[in-house]
């Protein structure tokens, strides 16, 4: 099943980066939904999250067979989606250029 979302619903985490366009700041915020079960296959998982920029949200998801695995690939697609859309605004995150998505600790 091809998930369409309207939006993310729960709120679970936000974080907001900054980034450089044509010389000014613009601001991006990344937005995790809570996880859920897809009611018609119950061995399927989706996470739903959104990046916003000043007019404009795109909304995605990461799916998996929990709700962990789906919040991990979520996570994971927000780091490749900000690595790639977004490379051109150096983004940073309190200041610093890791944001904070990568797998490593």
Do not use: H
Request: with cysteine; proline share 2%; aromatic share 8%.
């Amino acid at each position: 099943m091809k998930l369409k979302l309207a939006d993310i619903g729960t709120i679970i985490a936000e974080r907001q980066l900054e980034g450089l366009e044509d010389g000014n700041v613009r601001r991006l915020i990344v937005r995790i939904g809570k996880p859920f079960r897809d009611e018609e296959n119950e061995g399927c998982w989706y996470c739903p999250y959104s990046i916003e920029t000043s007019g404009n949200r795109r909304l995605f998801y990461g799916a998996g067979v929990d709700s962990l695995q789906a919040l991990r690939i979520a996570i994971s697609m927000i780091e490749a989606d900000l690595a790639s859309t977004y490379a051109q605004l150096s983004l940073t995150w309190m200041g610093q250029r890791d944001l904070g998505f990568s797998k490593r600790l």
